[in-house]
């Protein structure tokens, strides 16, 4: 099963049909996942948690601003407590995890699975970020890559840039700001010659980064995924370019 990083994007993606297109396509031709561990950027928690494994757990509504209907949205996954322990049997022995019992899925998470996998029929569980040092997230991703061969889905999600502080133009089809082109390309540089050393500098090597990324949660679950290929040298295939709302919505797959 290969590993993903996409861009999950606010829950308006839901009414573009471009980026609604591309993702259901992007799922049309994985293998059918027998389930899904996504790290989203909007749970930041350490020590390492997982999300509720309960069935058709409520999810996050964690955002604001926005029409009435995405907050009557649901997500009703099966139970996934066959994931939480075949997650817990790959970290390193005392590693430790906490069980949230209760937290549900973010828009981070329910908003692109919503898309891909419209019928809620694969059991999904939400890992937090525990860190945004790169190092350490591809070694978790590293620990993570025997769930690929179960036929486990590991997703990272995020966007490419998320200067939203620095938006002008509001509107979906905005022309992108200097800072997220000039990021954008720059990693897609890195990313096309498998050049992780690069991409994990990118606090000194970046262009644009104040702008891109003034927090860094949505870009640093690149890092995961990176870690998951089985070859990190291979550069990755981009799925998914272009922007959205200026921001980069460039999305890769690692085999």
């Known amino acids: ?3 993903l990083y996409l861009g999950h994007g606010a829950p308006p993606l839901l009414d573009d049909a471009l980026w609604t297109a591309q993702l259901r396509a992007w799922a049309d031709r994985l293998p059918l996942p ?22 058709a757990t409520p999810l996050v509504y964690d955002f604001g601003g926005f029409a009435p209907k995405y907050f009557q949205m649901t997500y009703p996954t099966p139970d996934a407590s066959d994931l939480a322990r075949l997650v817990a049997s790959v970290l390193p022995d005392g590693q430790a995890v906490h069980q949230h019992r209760r937290r549900g899925l973010d828009h981070g998470a329910w908003v692109p699975l919503k898309v891909m996998y419209p019928l809620a029929n694969i059991p999904v569980l939400q ?15 590293s620990r993570l890559r025997p ?11 995020g966007f490419l840039t998320h200067g939203l502080p620095y938006l002008r133009d509001w509107s979906t089809d905005a022309t992108p700001p200097g800072w997220s082109v000039d990021f954008d390309l720059w990693a897609a540089e890195a990313l096309g010659r498998g050049d992780v050393e690069t991409l994990t500098a990118y606090r000194s090597k970046a262009p644009g980064l104040p702008y891109a990324h003034p927090t860094v949660e949505h870009l640093v679950p690149l890092f995961i995924t990176l870690g998951l290929a089985s070859a990190p040298d291979v550069a990755p295939e ?7 709302y200026g921001l980069a919505k460039r999305s890769i797959q690692v085999a």
């Open 238 to 244: 981009t799925t998914i370019d272009g922007y959205f």
């Open 34 to 55: 027998t389930a899904i561990l996504i790290v989203s950027a909007h749970w930041e928690a350490a020590p390492l948690s997982l999300s509720s494994t309960g069935a």
């Open 127 to 141: 890992m937090s970020l525990p860190t945004s040092d790169p190092q350490q997230l591809i070694d978790l991703g």
């Open 147 to 157: 769930l690929r061969d179960q036929g486990v889905l590991v997703i990272g999600s």
């Open 1 to 3: 099963m290969p590993a």
